[in-house]
């Protein structure tokens, strides 16, 4: 069974700082997706990520998948007060009955 | 466009009740999915439709069972609640399911947060 870890799971940074958000899987996943979730809101899909070696960015966040290494990035650049949520990895099992697995979140506080 | 509708967005139940719970997707959309999300076991897969069909369902007990109509709107249902079913219940939309070979973004709905008492 898929099972997806995030690290870490909190993080404080200071604006204009780049920092990294590590999320691994344990077996073999089709795909890759990043969602954002604002305290008391909904999840937002921020990326899907297919295939080894994918890279998207979208402002200052930019996401990439190694499916050797089973981990997926997410790299914040210069962060901005704007970006401060928690942010989750899902991983697609691909054996079988077809589900996503969630990581536990990694919440960012990005402090003025 | 509209985005994802759920309804009722506040519910309280006692143990015992059962509960349900609707979701209208985004116009065109297809498959709909369901997740729990928990302080304590966070976010989890309850089911996924698409035309009408469940075509994957996540590791809970049969008591949450779900349905999607022709209009694509979804329902699913909780019976004999338990306490450790007071959680956020966010459905999200997507034109194609999961399997399809050009995945397309999924859109949540604002959830529905159920306390059971």
């Known amino acids: 069974e898929l099972k997806v870890e995030q690290n870490p799971l909190f993080l404080s940074m200071q604006e204009g700082k780049n920092y990294t958000i590590y999320c691994n899987y344990s077996t073999t996943s089709d795909r890759l997706y990043w969602y954002r979730q604002d305290p008391g809101k909904s999840l937002e899909s921020l990326f899907v990520l297919l295939s080894n070696g994918a890279v998207k960015q979208e402002g200052r966040l930019m996401a990439s998948l190694d499916t050797k290494a089973r981990l997926s990035t997410l790299h914040i650049t210069a962060a901005v007060h704007d970006l401060s949520a928690t942010y989750f990895c899902a991983g697609l099992s691909n054996f079988g009955n077809e589900k996503l697995t969630f990581g536990t979140g990694t919440r960012l506080t990005i402090i003025p | 466009k509209a985005g994802v509708t759920q309804t009722p967005r506040y519910l309280i139940k006692t143990r015992g009740q059962q509960v349900t719970l609707s979701c209208s997707p985004i116009?065109?959309?297809?498959?709909v999915s369901w997740y729990q999300q928990t302080p304590g076991q966070g976010l989890q897969f309850l089911f996924e439709y698409f035309s009408e069909t469940q075509r994957n369902k996540g590791n809970f007990p049969g008591r949450f069972s779900g349905r999607q109509f022709s209009n694509s709107r979804s329902e699913m249902n909780v019976s004999t609640l338990e306490l450790g079913d007071s959680a956020l219940y966010l459905c999200a939309s997507s034109l194609v399911p999961w399997e399809s070979l050009r995945p397309d973004t999924q859109y949540f709905g604002p959830g529905t947060r159920l306390t059971v008492l």
């Open positions: 116009s065109g959309h297809r498959s």
